[in-house]
């Protein structure tokens, strides 16, 4: 397994963007993919978008077209760029790196969006 370290989330008013980062140290041999969940208050965790290592993603409907992940395989770091950020983002937004048989979890990075 590895551990992962996310940055980038904050406050941000509606229409904004951030940029999440999530670095994976340790053995990355054998990540199979990377992505992103989010979990509101009151909510499940919730999958917000996946990349595979060779590149094909799958976004969760409610964020196609504003959110875009992508992938270092170099640096071992998945990335989340956010545009056009609306109130219901709002969640602590969890990194994840999958194995073959295993899953990997980051601590969690608030994103807040003001209306």
């Known amino acids: 397994q590895v551990q992962l370290v996310e940055s980038g989330g904050g406050l941000v008013q509606a229409g904004g963007s951030l940029r999440l980062s999530c670095a994976a140290s340790?053995?990355?041999?054998?990540?199979?993919?990377m992505g992103w969940y989010r979990q509101a208050p009151g909510k499940q965790r919730e999958l917000v978008a996946v990349i595979a290592s060779g590149g094909s993603t799958n976004y969760a409907d409610s964020v196609k077209g504003r959110f875009t992940i992508s992938r270092d395989n170099v640096k071992n770091t998945v990335y989340l760029q956010m545009n056009s950020l609306k109130p219901e983002d709002t969640a602590v937004y969890y990194c994840i790196a999958k194995g073959p048989s295993w899953d990997s979890w980051g601590q969690g990075t608030q994103v807040t969006v003001s209306s």
């Open positions: 340790g053995s990355s041999v054998g990540i199979n993919a």
